[in-house]
């Protein structure tokens, strides 16, 4: 089982930068794809980034032009650098993996708090 370590979040005033950093760890193989997901109170977890061993990247709408997301394949680790943020990014954010393009998103770890608020 792989096991994943989110850190970076914090308190950030809109129109701000925070650089979320993420560590997996456990049982690997193979990763495929890295991606960070985020979930806000009241919501959904949704998707925020994904990127494949390839390096292709996609992003959810919200955040396309302000958010970028990394990855070194040899430490099994991602990032993902917020700019320009806005008070509705504030949510807790999460890293996952998975291990090929046919298998689904692994366990999920603590995650860090992002808040956006003057």
């Known amino acids: 089982q792989v096991q994943f370590v989110e850190s970076g979040g914090g308190l950030v005033q809109p129109g701000g930068s925070l650089r979320l950093s993420c560590a997996a760890s456990?049982?690997?193989?193979?990763?495929?794809?890295m991606g960070w997901f985020r979930q806000a109170p009241g919501k959904q977890r949704e998707l925020v980034a994904v990127i494949t061993d390839g390096g292709t990247t996609n992003y959810a709408d919200s955040v396309k032009g302000r958010f970028s997301i990394s990855r070194d394949i040899i430490k099994n680790t991602v990032s993902l650098q917020m700019n320009s943020l806005k008070p509705e990014d504030t949510a807790v954010y999460y890293c996952n993996a998975r291990g090929t393009r046919f298998d689904g998103w692994g366990s999920w770890g603590q995650g860090t708090q992002v808040t956006v608020s003057s």
């Open positions: 456990g049982s690997i193989f193979s990763i495929y794809a």
